[in-house]
């Protein structure tokens, strides 16, 4: 078991933060070969929709609310879709190609839940 | 970093990781080592994910002695590290915390406890240390990700269909 000394949670956060707040992000993670999409910085439990989607529900609310979704297996659904995996791709385009090519009640669900919000906040991945 | 940090991070290559310990991926040790690059978790901060650095704190930092599953391998396209296999290297960890936490507020916020969301385990993903282990021979494993899953009905603390997720479980505690 560590011991914690002065270097709590709070003051690990503070060292590392500039003042500012959460926004909407879409990131490649290139350990699990994924997109992640968290649209709200919250407690979220996973719900794995298919090998290469999965939605996130916000935990600790009433009433179900969706904090973003994952893009499994990136680098083989890029070469499907015929995207690079390199520069930067918006995340409704995208969406667009995975309904155009695997239009199965995942990619549809996602489409339908996540694409105005997409939209509205311009969200891209960036390969670089 | 103060002297204090020294107790809490550890230093290898002049860089800072949380070191954990918990049970062992090699079937002749007991308990093995698992690390974070304090750097890695600073990019949750820069994102404002801080929830997830509470989560790590509060649920990870402690240990993952209380682990109740070790699953080997996901069934899914993992391209990692120049392999297509990428997923044979990843092992998920389950079990199932009390608590969750999560952060109010802004950078200067603080974290919340919460009872456990129900039905629910807390993962936690796992890079077998394979490529590094000459520059980092005491680290078993790096930490890769966490998250909470929805449990399994019939393999209690495992999340839900796991057959179908992982190539096998490899530990289970009793």
Known sequence: ?128 | MSDDDQQVFQFFDGKAYFVVDGPSLDPIKQVSRYALAVHDLGIYINRYQLTAVAQFYKLIFPGLILTRHIFHGFNRCLYCDDTREGDLNKYAFSWKPAYDYWWKGDSSGIPVRELAPPNSVFVVLISKNEKHKDKFPSIDGWIDRWCWVAEDSALPEAPLSWIDRYNKKVFTRN
């Open chain 1, 1 to 128: 078991m560590n011991t914690f000394t002065k270097a709590n949670l709070e003051e690990f956060v503070t060292f590392f933060s500039k003042k500012g707040e959460f926004r909407p992000i879409a990131y490649y993670d290139k350990h699990m070969d994924c997109i992640r999409v968290q649209l709200f910085d919250c407690s979220f439990t996973e719900e794995r929709m298919n090998k290469f989607v999965t939605v996130l529900h916000a935990n600790h609310h009433e009433i179900d609310k969706f904090a973003g979704f994952n893009l499994k297996g990136i680098r083989y659904l890029f070469e499907q879709i015929g995207l690079p995996v390199s520069g930067v791709h918006t995340l409704v385009k995208i969406i667009d190609l995975l309904v155009k090519h695997f239009p199965d009640s995942s990619t549809l669900k996602i489409k339908n839940l996540f694409e105005p919000i997409l939209r509205q906040e311009n969200l891209e991945v960036s390969f670089q």
